[in-house]
């Protein structure tokens, strides 16, 4: 089992960044793919970004593309979610979710979720 921590999360003006951090439990967090994802009031909850086992490979939405960058440092159990240019249709909550099978833009393919952090930006 994997238990994962957000942090990072705040206000920022718009074109400001932030940078998210997962933190996980466990020893064999490198077995897992993980998956930013965000979800803003009245809206489902949509991908961002994600990276597979070794951070080899990455994957990200269109909308959050050239501006986020995803990274993991697997000996120190964290993804990183690094945001630039932020603008106000990127305010959300943000999740970090891992999954066993790899990684995928789909929140039903991952087995486990952390609280998520807040995330506002400001025009």
């Known amino acids: 089992q994997v238990q994962l921590v957000e942090s990072g999360g705040g206000l920022v003006q718009a074109g400001g960044s932030l940078r998210l951090s997962c933190a996980a439990s466990?020893?064999?967090?490198?077995?897992?793919?993980v998956g930013w994802f965000r979800q803003a009031p009245g809206k489902d909850r949509e991908f961002v970004a994600a990276?597979?086992?070794?951070?080899?490979?990455?994957l990200y939405a269109d909308s959050v593309k050239g501006r986020f960058s995803i990274s993991r440092d697997n000996a120190k159990n964290t993804v990183l979610l690094q945001m630039s240019t932020l603008n106000p249709e990127d305010t959300a909550i943000y999740y970090c979710?891992?999954?066993?099978?790899?990684?995928?833009?789909?929140?039903?393919?991952?087995?486990?979720w952390g609280q998520g952090t807040q995330v506002t930006v400001s025009s």
């Open positions: 990276i597979s086992r070794m951070g080899d490979s990455t």
């Open positions: 466990g020893r064999t967090f490198s077995r897992y793919g």
């Open positions: 979710a891992a999954d066993q099978f790899g990684y995928s833009d789909s929140p039903s393919s991952y087995d486990y």
